[in-house]
């Protein structure tokens, strides 16, 4: 006897897509049939083994969609705070001058782009496409 959420575990593993793979003729079959799916190999353990497997799949499925929800969140949070500090200081409302002077010198890995937003007034339209940068940066 097999669990259909044990079976669906199994297909979708490492080595039931692998089975799955090796039935592609060079790439140009598209889909799985009934003839593939019936020659897939697949361990059935006791039926008590398979409710566990299927437990701790769960539990690990909900742990990880907690943890990304969490990142999530916190790059949503990140980002609005990024936007505001932004509009501060462009508005004047924060003043960096204090803080600018206290940063440490540019890393050697990274070009200075000083001389690129001095051409340019506003430093809008600098050249910022990535040439400048050394290979191990990019």
């Not at 299927?54 to 909900?62: F, M």
């Not at 500090?85 to 204090?98: P, Y």
């Not at 540019?106 to 910022?128: F, I, Q, S």
Request: aromatic share 6%; hydrophobic share 35%; no cysteine.
């Amino acid at each position: 006897m097999v669990s259909s959420g044990f079976l669906g575990l199994a297909l979708h593993s490492h080595s039931g897509q692998q089975q799955f793979k090796m039935s592609e003729y060079g790439g140009t079959k598209q889909g799985l049939g009934l003839a593939e799916v019936k020659s897939t190999r697949v361990p059935v353990p006791p039926i008590d083994v398979q409710a566990q497997i299927e437990r701790y799949a769960a539990q690990e499925t909900r742990r990880i969609e907690s943890a990304i929800s969490r990142a999530e969140r916190e790059i949503s949070l990140l980002r609005e705070y990024q936007t505001r500090l932004t509009a501060d200081v462009v508005t004047g409302k924060l003043d960096v001058r204090a803080a600018a002077a206290t940063l440490p010198d540019a890393d050697p890995h990274y070009p200075d782009l000083t001389a690129a937003y001095a051409a340019d007034e506003d430093g809008l339209n600098a050249d910022l496409d990535g040439d400048d940068l050394p290979e191990e940066s990019m």
